[in-house]
């Protein structure tokens, strides 16, 4: 339990322990790595100028928290979840210019914000209030069966990748792509009689795509699909 509200480490870390719980902000410098996947819970802030690891360990927020690897260069470097992440709190992520963002199963949080990567992969189902972007978050991918967001998303980066399968993304307030990037899309996309702009980038169909503003006829005035 690192509760110090400024920790600092100068080379790479790696945790070989049960259990790890950060407090306040902590900076690795050389990069972290949680190697005997086991329970991570995050009360505060990542900072590193090397790669974040959280192997196949499973991570709770216990308070709004942020991961970042861009000390001392604005590339940054990977942050990757083997596992899920959850709790009832915001996480931010910012991988830099560079780095990839990836979680290999659920997304279960608040707000997720996407500062800065060159990729966001999400394998599992994301479920937030909010999906947070910006110009620099990258191309962002949501291979997740069944996606639900709380409030309107506006995908303000440069590409969206929103592949379903068989099951359906929900924006329960509506979809906006005010940074007008392309859509590579498949599955089914539902709001709930909220409008759906898509913006001016291209969209490809990846396969059978259905786009319903009316959820699933839940909402029979429905929205706008533009």
Known sequence: TLNGSANTFVTSVAFLDSETITRGTSAFNGGV???NNTPITLKGDITTSGAVDFKNSGVTLGADSSVATTIGSAAGAN???GAGISGNYDLGLNAGTGGAITVATTTNI???TLTSAASNTFTGNVTVNDLITTANSGTITLN??????TVQVDFLNNATV???GTDAS???GGLAATGNGTFNVQGTILSSADAMHFGTGAITLAADTTIDSTNNANNATGGNIN
């Open 33 to 35: 790595t949680f190697v």
């Open 79 to 81: 942050i990757v979840f």
């Open 110 to 112: 608040t707000d997720l």
């Open 144 to 149: 997740g069966a069944a996606n639900t967001f």
């Open 162 to 164: 929103l592949h379903n």
């Open 170 to 172: 929900t924006f329960n």
